[in-house]
């Protein structure tokens, strides 16, 4: 099975592609950048257009914890 790219918008992701073998809507990922300096934890939310296929959207943690309850 070949899987379809994800690209990613905002945040220390922004414009890189990502390989799904079967992506979710709603899924959301969460980034921990450790280098030099403090933690930085960024979450992605992946979604779907008929525009510009699937995509992660940089998404602050609030939003995140409201889709979880």
Do not use: N
């Given at each position: 099975?070949?899987?379809?790219?994800?690209?990613?918008?905002?945040?220390?992701?922004?414009?890189?592609?990502?390989?799904?073998?079967?992506?979710?809507?709603?899924?959301?990922?969460?980034?921990?950048?450790?280098?030099?300096?403090?933690?930085?934890e960024t979450h992605y939310q992946l979604g779907y257009t008929d525009e510009a296929g699937w995509q992660y959207r940089?998404?602050?943690?609030?939003?995140?914890?409201?889709?979880?309850?």
């Amino acid at each position: 099975m070949t899987g379809v790219s994800v690209r990613f918008f905002g945040g220390p992701l922004d414009g890189r592609v990502q390989t799904l073998d079967e992506p979710v809507c709603g899924t959301v990922m969460r980034h921990v950048h450790l280098h030099d300096g403090p933690k930085i934890e960024t979450h992605y939310q992946l979604g779907y257009t008929d525009e510009a296929g699937w995509q992660y959207r940089m998404c602050d943690l609030k939003a995140v914890d409201e889709l979880l309850e």
